[in-house]
Nanobody, 125 residues
Framework: QVQLVESGGGSVQAGGSLRLSCVARGNLFSSYCMGWLRQSPGQGREGVAAIDSDGPASYADSVQGRFNISQDNAKNTLYLQMNTLKPEDTAVYYC???????????????????WGQGTQVTVSS
């Protein structure tokens, strides 16, 4: 089993920045895909960014150039640096993991069996 614990959400004005963290505990995988997905009220879960254990990252078009996903393997921690935030970025952000490499379906929430509890990000205009 893998436990994922997010932190770092909060409220910020448009144009501001936040950094989300996700600590992974338990039976971790040597090869994995970890991602950030978000859900706003009335909307489905949307893939934001994902990264392989080998390092390649993928981003949604809506956040490309503004968000950066990274990982610290020594700390078993995944990060999402969010810059130039927009009101449409308001959502609950979830950390998710699966025991294979990210592929073209990296943004499909159904492919991730492990999820954190979510952290709220609110961006005001």
């Amino acid at each position: 089993q893998v436990q994922l614990v997010e932190s770092g959400g909060g409220s910020v004005q448009a144009g501001g920045s936040l950094r989300l963290s996700c600590v992974a505990r338990g039976n971790l995988f040597s090869s994995y895909c970890m991602g950030w997905l978000r859900q706003s009220p009335g909307q489905g879960r949307e893939g934001v960014a994902a990264i392989d254990s080998d390092g390649p990252a993928s981003y949604a078009d809506s956040v490309q150039g503004r968000f950066n996903i990274s990982q610290d393997n020594a700390k078993n921690t995944l990060y999402l640096q969010m810059n130039t935030l927009k009101p449409e970025d308001t959502a609950v952000y979830y950390c998710a993991a699966r025991a294979d490499y990210c592929g073209s379906d990296w943004s499909d929430g159904l492919r991730f069996p492990y999820w954190g509890q979510g952290t709220q990000v609110t961006v005001s205009s």
